[in-house]
C-alpha cells in the first residue's frame, strides 16, 4: 500500500513578536508580486516575506517557474479570496483488483492542515465503484469517521445520479480543531467467491478500480459509463478550506485586529481565529489599508450591491390565457413577461440610485 502525503507544515506562532503587532504595521510591501499564472494573490496572502501575514507561515505562497501556485511545497492552490475561503487541489484514492481480487493498485490519502485552515463544510466526500465501501477519518481532539457504500452488480443505468448505485456521496462536517485526515475505499469481501477465485458478478469487467476522493460542492458530475472504468482518469480535484486569522476571537485581538478601515472583525465559523469584512456599502480588500472603498451602485461587479432584476427571454408563440376583472384576454408569453418584468422594476424603483436609472 502506498501513503500518499501533502503536508502543510503546521505554522508556529511567535506568540511574544504578535503581540507587538499594531494595525500600522499589517500591510505588505509595496513590490510584492500579486500575479501567478491567472490567479490573483491577496494579502494576507503572499509569496515573498514581508507580503504576507507576519508570523504565520500558512499564508505563505510559492509560485513554481510554471505559473502554478502552492501552500508549502506540494499542495497546489486552484483559487482563494479574502472572504475566508481557499479551492485546494487534493489527489484521490484508488484500489484496483485483478479478478482474482489481488490488489493491483492501492493508494491511500492523508493530508496534514497547517493550523490557519481546516476543511470546509462545501465540500463532499464521494465513492465511485460497485460494491464497495468508502471512509473518511479525521483526527484531531476527537477523531471523527464518515463514509458510504455503494452496491450493484451490473452496469448502471446513466441517468447522472449518485445515490448509492456505482456511486455515493456523503457531506463532511469536520472539527475546526481537526488537522489531519485520511481517505481510500475496500471492496466487500463477500462479494467474491474464495472457493473458485473470482468475482460473483462480472463488475471487474466495466469497474476494475473503486475511486475515493473529496471534492468541492458542484464541481464533480457522476456518470455512470464514464467514471466506472477509470474515473475518466482524473487523479485530483478541488477542495474547499476554511481560514481565519489567528486564535484569538474579535474581542480577544482587539485593536490588534488587522481589519482595517471601513471594515468589521467577524468571528471565524472554525472556531478560532477571526476574519475580516468590508461594511455595507463598501468593497474590497478588508486587510489593507483603505482596501475597502465606498463602491459605485451602477458600475460595481459585485452581485451583494446591485439590484437584479431578472429580465425574462423571449418565448415562442405559445399563448396563455388569463381571466381579469371577468374579461378574458390572450396574451402571449412574450407580453406576460414584459408586464411582469415592469411590474418589479417598479415595485423596486426606489431602491435604485437616482443617477442609475
Not at 72 to 96: A, M, P
Amino acid at each position: 500500500m502506498k501513503l500518499q502525503e501533502g503536508v502543510f507544515l503546521v505554522a508556529i506562532f511567535f506568540f511574544a513578536y504578535t503581540q507587538q503587532l499594531v494595525k500600522g504595521q499589517h500591510q505588505p510591501r509595496k513590490d510584492c508580486q500579486t500575479k501567478c499564472g491567472n490567479i490573483t494573490i491577496d494579502y494576507p496572502f503572499g509569496i515573498s516575506s514581508g507580503c504576507y501575514y507576519p508570523g504565520d507561515d500558512s499564508f505563505s505562497l510559492t509560485c513554481d517557474e510554471k505559473q502554478n501556485l502552492y501552500i508549502g511545497n506540494k499542495n497546489e492552490v486552484k483559487t482563494f479570496n479574502h472572504s475566508s475561503q481557499l479551492s485546494f487541489i487534493f489527489n484521490r484514492s484508488s484500489l484496483c483488483n485483478d479478478e482474482q481480487r489481488n490488489s493491483t493498485n492501492e493508494t491511500l490519502i492523508g493530508y496534514r492542515l497547517r493550523g490557519s485552515f481546516s476543511l470546509s463544510a462545501n465540500n463532499k466526500f464521494y465513492l465511485v465503484g460497485c460494491n464497495a465501501l468508502a471512509l473518511l477519518s479525521t483526527f484531531g481532539k476527537k477523531n471523527y469517521s464518515t463514509g458510504c457504500l455503494s452496491l450493484c452488480n451490473a452496469l448502471p443505468e446513466e441517468n447522472g445520479e449518485c445515490n448509492g448505485v456505482g456511486c455515493c456521496k456523503t457531506d463532511v462536517s469536520v472539527r475546526s480543531d481537526t488537522n489531519i485526515f485520511q481517505y481510500g475505499s475496500d471492496r466487500f469481501v463477500n462479494q467474491f467467491n474464495a472457493s473458485e477465485g473470482q468475482f460473483k458478478t462480472s463488475v471487474y469487467q466495466f469497474n476494475p478500480c473503486t475511486y475515493a476522493f473529496l471534492v468541492e460542492y458542484g464541481q464533480f458530475n457522476y456518470s455512470s459509463s464514464k467514471d466506472l472504468k477509470n474515473l475518466r482518469n482524473l487523479t485530483s480535484f478541488p477542495v474547499s478550506l476554511d481560514w481565519s486569522i489567528g486564535n484569538k476571537t474579535c474581542k480577544q485581538a482587539g485593536n490588534t485586529s488587522i481589519c482595517r478601515e471601513n471594515s468589521e472583525c467577524i468571528d471565524s465559523t472554525r472556531g478560532k481565529g477571526y476574519i475580516c469584512k468590508c461594511l455595507e456599502d463598501f468593497d474590497g480588500n478588508p486587510y489593507l489599508p483603505n482596501g475597502c472603498q465606498d463602491i459605485n451602485e451602477c458600475t460595481t461587479n459585485s452581485s451583494i450591491h446591485k439590484l437584479i432584476v431578472p429580465i425574462p427571454k423571449p418565448v415562442d408563440s405559445r399563448m396563455v390565457e388569463a381571466s381579469i376583472a371577468s374579461a378574458h384576454l390572450i396574451l402571449s408569453f412574450n407580453q406576460l413577461a414584459q408586464i411582469i418584468y415592469d411590474v418589479i422594476r417598479n415595485h423596486h424603483r426606489l431602491l435604485v440610485p437616482p443617477d442609475c436609472r
